[in-house]
């Protein structure tokens, strides 16, 4: 197995992954190789909880165009997984956002 630092890059942040914990459903940014057993493996054993699905997703990248002197210029950000772990009734990720 991994080393769950190297398959659950990031939690993401925002107002929907926010409010989805609620629902004891947290987001992360996570590696492109890792398939649903990998990362529900990787969160149980990074925090120390019970994980009952995960739903994952490949969120494409932004096509991005700019003016330079030289004309325009068309760029592309990169594409990137997004998992969604939902963890079991009664558990949760106190201390997901120390450090952020």
Same mark, same amino acid.
């Given at each position: 197995? &991994?080393? %769950? ?5 990031? %939690?993401?942040?925002?107002?929907? $992954?926010?409010?989805?914990? *609620?629902?004891? /459903?947290? +987001?992360?940014? +996570? *590696? ?5 057993? @990998?990362?529900?493996?990787? +969160? @149980?054993? *990074?925090?120390?909880?019970? *994980?009952? $699905? ?7 990248? &932004? #096509?991005? =165009?700019?003016? /330079?002197? !030289? !004309?325009? #210029? #068309?760029? /592309? $950000? /990169?594409?990137? &997984?997004?998992?969604? #772990? =939902?963890?079991?009734?009664?558990? =949760?990720? %106190?201390?997901?956002? @120390? !450090? +952020?």
């Amino acid at each position: 197995m &991994k080393d %769950p630092s190297q398959i659950l890059i990031r %939690p993401v942040i925002s107002e929907k $992954s926010y409010a989805g914990m *609620a629902n004891r /459903r947290y +987001v992360f940014q +996570v *590696a492109s190789d890792a398939n649903k057993i @990998e990362i529900k493996q990787a +969160v @149980e054993s *990074a925090f120390k909880v019970k *994980a009952d $699905s995960v739903n994952v997703l490949v969120v494409k990248g &932004k #096509v991005r =165009t700019r003016m /330079r002197r !030289g !004309g325009r #210029v #068309v760029g /592309r $950000s /990169r594409d990137w &997984k997004k998992a969604i #772990v =939902t963890l079991h009734r009664g558990e =949760t990720i %106190p201390n997901l956002f @120390e !450090g +952020v």
